[in-house]
């Protein structure tokens, strides 16, 4: 069973970046591949971006794409979102996952561990 905790949201101003951190425990990080979701108000859970095991590979939804990038620290058992250049559109609550598929999958197929959630508000 994998724990993971979300933290580091907040609000901020269209254009600031902000960066999320999931730590994860109950097992063993580097077997699986994380991802980040969100959710925004009246609108259903969406795939953020995802990243391999070994942290080799990401993967991005076309919305963030180059505005975000995540990242995995194995010896810290975690995993970050960097946001930059926020848009008003990107408030969501932000979901850190965990999945023993592979990364790329996690765009269609939902993950078996999930946080709690963190808030990010982005204000123009």
């Known amino acids: 069973q994998v724990q993971l905790v979300e933290s580091g949201g907040g609000s901020v101003q269209a254009q600031d970046s902000l960066r999320l951190s999931c730590a994860a425990s109950g097992g063993i990080f580097s077997n699986y591949a994380m991802g980040w979701f969100r959710q925004a108000p009246g609108k259903e859970r969406e795939f953020v971006a995802a990243?391999?095991?070994?942290?080799?590979?990401?993967y991005y939804a076309d919305s963030v794409k180059g505005r975000f990038i995540i990242s995995r620290d194995n010896a810290k058992n975690a995993v970050y979102l960097q946001m930059n250049s926020l848009k008003p559109e990107d408030t969501a609550v932000y979901y850190c996952a965990a999945a023993r598929f592979d990364a790329q999958a996690m765009a269609r197929v939902n993950p078996t561990y999930w946080g709690q959630g963190t808030q990010v508000t982005v204000s123009s």
């Open positions: 990243i391999t095991w070994g942290g080799g590979r990401t």
